[in-house]
Every structure is written in C-alpha cells, then in structure tokens.
C-alpha cells in the first residue's frame, strides 16, 4: 500500500492569514510554518482523496487571497496530481502515474507559484520521467522548486497520526 494524501499550497500567505482563511472556512485542517512565499494547508476533507474538495477548496484560496494555489495529490503512490489555480480562476490540472505526465502546460505555472527561477525544463523532465512511485516524483518537483523537504508525503491525517511529531517544523503547525 502506497502513500496517500493531499496538500495545499498558497502563495504570498502566512501561516496565521491561512489559519483564519480555513478557520472562516470551519475547515479542520493544520497550517505549516511559511518557508520563503508559500504556506501549506493539510485539509482533513481534502485529505479523502475527493477533487472536488481540493478543487473548491484551491479556487476558495486563491479567490480570497489573490494569488496562487496549487493543490497535490498522491493517491497510492500510483498517481499525482497537481491542480493549480491563480487569481480565483483554474489554470491548469496535470495528472503523473508511472509514465510521467503527458500534459505538462503547467510547468511554467508551478515555477511561477513557487520559484520563479526555477528552469521550466527540469520541472518538466521531472514531470514526465517513469516513475515507478510518485512520491519520488513529488521529491524531485520538490527540490527543483525549493518545497521543504519535510512537507513531501505529509498529509493531515499523517499529521493527526504524530508521523511529523519529530520533525523541527511540527513546533510551527497550527490546526483549526
């Protein structure tokens, strides 16, 4: 069995502006600690895998902050997605299994969201390499994009389980 959880990314938030967003929202969730101009949200809805509840709660982010919301999810290390929206409106959703992803329009989006520097290329190469499990893929995009190390294969329910209780950024989280 495969790893399984979903994340939230949003751009040019704090912790404390995403906890009061989820908060409004009556969202459970848990907010890690800021790293450089992104923040993520581990949703317990969205962490049942249904995108619907990724996609509304992404759209919701990023209409009322303005800015940049990537949702991710891995479902049984068989699949990522990536699902990015900016300014309240969707851009672009890109799905990863074993062979790479065939639609990489959004590589130039994800670099924009989380690392403008970022090379386009490697993200792509990244995104279309085989991989026989996505959370290695979801490991790659993460050092080219400079995403925390730790946040890779974390998810709510993850968190709720005391999987990141031994890592130093667990101090940060703040749950609503």
Same mark, same amino acid.
């Given at each position: 069995m495969?790893?399984?959880?979903?994340?939230?990314?949003?751009?040019?938030?704090?912790t404390?502006?995403?906890?009061e967003?989820?908060?409004s929202?009556?969202?459970?969730?848990?907010?890690?600690?800021s790293?450089?101009?992104?923040?993520?949200?581990?949703?317990?809805?969205?962490?049942?895998?249904?995108?619907?509840?990724i996609?509304?709660?992404?759209?919701?982010?990023?209409?009322?902050?303005?800015?940049?919301?990537?949702?991710?999810?891995?479902?049984?290390?068989?699949?990522?997605?990536?699902? =990015?929206f900016?300014?309240?409106?969707?851009?672009?959703?890109? *799905? +990863? @299994? $074993?062979?790479g992803?065939?639609?990489?329009?959004?590589s130039?989006?994800?670099?924009?969201?989380?690392?403008?520097?970022?090379?386009?290329?490697?993200?792509?190469?990244?995104?279309?390499?085989p991989?026989?499990?996505?959370?290695?893929?979801?490991?790659?995009?993460?050092?080219?994009?400079?995403?925390?190390?730790?946040s890779?294969?974390?998810?709510?329910?993850? =968190?709720q389980?005391?999987?990141?209780?031994?890592?130093?950024? *667990? +101090? @940060? $989280?703040?749950?609503?």
């Open positions: 495969g790893n399984f959880y979903t994340q939230l990314w949003v751009t040019d938030s704090s404390e502006a995403c906890a967003l989820m908060k929202l009556g969202r459970r969730s848990v907010i890690g600690p790293h450089r101009h992104l923040t993520p949200i581990f949703d317990s809805a969205s962490d049942q895998q249904d995108l619907r509840e996609d509304s709660l992404a759209l919701t982010a990023s209409k009322e902050t303005g800015k940049w919301a990537i949702g991710i999810l891995n479902h049984d290390d068989d699949h990522l997605l990536l699902r =990015i900016h300014n309240g409106e969707e851009r672009e959703h890109m *799905a +990863a @299994g $074993f062979f992803c065939l639609d990489t329009a959004g130039r989006d994800l670099c924009s969201a989380f690392r403008p520097k970022a090379s386009e290329l490697l993200v792509t190469l990244a995104l279309i390499r991989r026989l499990f996505q959370i290695g893929r979801h490991a790659r995009l993460a050092r080219i994009l400079d995403i925390p190390e730790w890779v294969g974390a998810g709510y329910r993850y =968190i389980r005391g999987e990141l209780d031994d890592c130093p950024e *667990a +101090a @940060g $989280f703040v749950r609503t």
